[in-house]
């Protein structure tokens, strides 16, 4: 999904905006979904592709939607982030590119990955 940015800017909230398109961060603790334990799909904020099964979803207490593996549909991409004199790996929707967190090697088994998301990256759709 190829938008212009101005286009996007149309089609999301600035915070949403900011946060997708710009590689922000939401603020720890903040996010609508940080809490949210039912049953369901997370899905992309910009184009509704699925990323991430409530099964997955866990506390990790770090202050962001943590999940312990993506969806089925594999629909998560991996990038090197060098940003922050860090080295991390970044997380974001296959489909749009939208920026979605990053990935760590510090979560529960079997998979052993934390999937650190920012809340405003996703909506939850219940079953």
Not at 76 to 96: N, T
Request: contains cysteine; glycine residues 8%.
């Amino acid at each position: 999904m190829k938008l212009s940015n101005e286009q996007w800017r149309q089609k999301l909230t600035d915070e949403e905006y900011r946060v997708c398109r710009e590689k922000g961060t939401e603020r720890p603790f903040t996010g609508k979904l940080l809490d949210e334990t039912g049953r369901g799909e997370y899905v992309c904020t910009c184009c509704n592709s699925k990323l991430f099964d409530s099964t997955a979803k866990y506390d990790s207490g770090c202050g962001w939607p943590s999940f312990s593996a993506q969806s089925d549909e594999q629909n998560v991409e991996y990038h090197a982030d060098d940003s922050l004199a860090m080295q991390r790996v970044e997380i974001v929707c296959k489909h749009c590119d939208a920026h979605l967190g990053h990935v760590f090697d510090d979560g529960p088994q079997p998979s052993g990955k934390r999937y650190c998301v920012n809340s405003v990256s996703l909506q939850f759709s219940a079953k």
